[in-house]
């Protein structure tokens, strides 16, 4: 029955950030979601297909719309939902690179009672290794900051296309060597080097092992990402701009050497 109902819930959320779930079976397990074009940002950090590098800018705005699809689930009423699976693999790409959070079958309804003291302890934990809370998968209380954990390894991963295995610790140490250039995603050739740092050190504070030593989601992260997504649009209009002055064509980012 709380499947069902988790189902019920699900499928009437509407946000741009959101995949929306079209239908679902849970006799058999399975969702239908909408087709998303570019798949998942997993494949294309990763390059399946042999796609193009996503610009600095793009992923500085997929960034924010995770965040802002994230603070959607947790402000959902009469309960907070978490995620709990939060992961490149579920983050869907659209023909316009807005990205929207996906794979909710494993999102949990926070009941009131337990949303008043901001944490529920859970029999059994649940979402991908490396990915997971560990202060959730050890006590079993599950909060909004669970996702926020999960969140910064994610965005780590944005920045650097590496996997999640160790990365907060060789993130640090490249910041601590100052070699944090040469962490970076090397396929992006323009990076803003100050504005990824500071993109950096934002995930890691996400991904403190104490949920109280990370920030909040709607008060700090989200405007912070806000900011590096205008500060992308920004760079994006000058190009234009300048392409036009040189009277010279320039085409938009594609998915795929074929697109072109």
Same mark, same amino acid.
């Given at each position: 029955?709380?499947?069902?109902?988790?189902?019920?819930?699900?499928?009437?959320?509407?946000?741009?950030?959101?995949?929306?779930?079209?239908?679902?079976?849970?006799?058999?397990?399975?969702?239908?979601?909408?087709?998303?074009?570019?798949?998942?940002?997993?494949?294309?950090?990763?390059?399946?297909?042999?796609?193009?590098?996503?610009?600095?800018?793009?992923?500085?705005?997929?960034?924010?719309?995770?965040? *802002?699809?994230?603070? &959607?689930?947790?402000?959902?009423?009469?309960?907070?939902?978490?995620?709990?699976?939060?992961?490149?693999?579920?983050?869907?790409?659209?023909?316009? &690179?807005?990205?929207?959070?996906?794979?909710?079958?494993?999102?949990?309804?926070?009941?009131?009672?337990?949303?008043?003291?901001?944490?529920?302890?859970?029999?059994?934990?649940?979402? *991908?290794?490396?990915?997971?809370?560990?202060?959730?998968? @050890?006590?079993?209380?599950? *909060?909004?900051?669970?996702?926020?954990?999960?969140?910064?390894?994610?965005?780590?991963?944005?920045?650097? !296309?590496?996997?999640?295995?160790?990365?907060?610790?060789?993130?640090?140490?490249?910041?601590?060597?100052?070699?944090? @250039?040469?962490?970076?995603?090397?396929?992006?050739?323009?990076?803003?080097?100050?504005?990824?740092?500071? &993109?950096?050190?934002?995930?890691?504070?996400?991904?403190?092992?104490?949920?109280?030593?990370?920030?909040?989601?709607?008060?700090?992260?989200?405007?912070?990402?806000?900011?590096?997504?205008?500060?992308?649009?920004?760079?994006?209009?000058? @190009?234009?701009?300048? !392409?036009?002055?040189?009277?010279?064509?320039?085409?938009?980012?594609? &998915?795929?050497?074929?697109?072109?």
């Amino acid at each position: 029955m709380f499947v069902t109902l988790q189902i019920e819930v699900l499928s009437c959320m509407r946000h741009p950030n959101m995949v929306l779930l079209l239908g679902a079976c849970p006799e058999y397990g399975c969702l239908v979601y909408e087709y998303m074009d570019y798949g998942s940002l997993e494949d294309r950090l990763c390059r399946r297909g042999k796609t193009l590098p996503i610009p600095w800018s793009i992923r500085f705005r997929i960034a924010a719309d995770i965040a *802002t699809g994230l603070l &959607f689930l947790h402000q959902a009423k009469p309960e907070p939902l978490v995620h709990r699976d939060l992961k490149p693999a579920n983050i869907l790409l659209d023909h316009n &690179f807005v990205s929207k959070i996906s794979d909710v079958g494993l999102a949990r309804l926070v009941p009131q009672s337990a949303a008043d003291v901001t944490q529920y302890r859970m029999t059994s934990t649940a979402g *991908t290794f490396c990915y997971i809370d560990p202060e959730y998968q @050890q006590t079993g209380m599950l *909060t909004t900051k669970s996702d926020i954990y999960s969140l910064g390894i994610m965005l780590l991963q944005i920045i650097t !296309a590496r996997s999640p295995m160790g990365l907060t610790h060789h993130v640090e140490n490249a910041i601590e060597r100052g070699t944090f @250039q040469e962490i970076l995603d090397p396929t992006v050739t323009d990076w803003p080097v100050e504005e990824a740092l500071e &993109f950096a050190k934002l995930a890691l504070r996400c991904a403190e092992l104490r949920k109280k030593d990370r920030p909040d989601l709607g008060k700090e992260i989200l405007p912070e990402l806000t900011r590096l997504r205008n500060l992308g649009h920004e760079y994006e209009a000058s @190009q234009v701009s300048s !392409a036009s002055t040189n009277c010279s064509s320039s085409a938009p980012y594609s &998915f795929n050497n074929d697109d072109i």
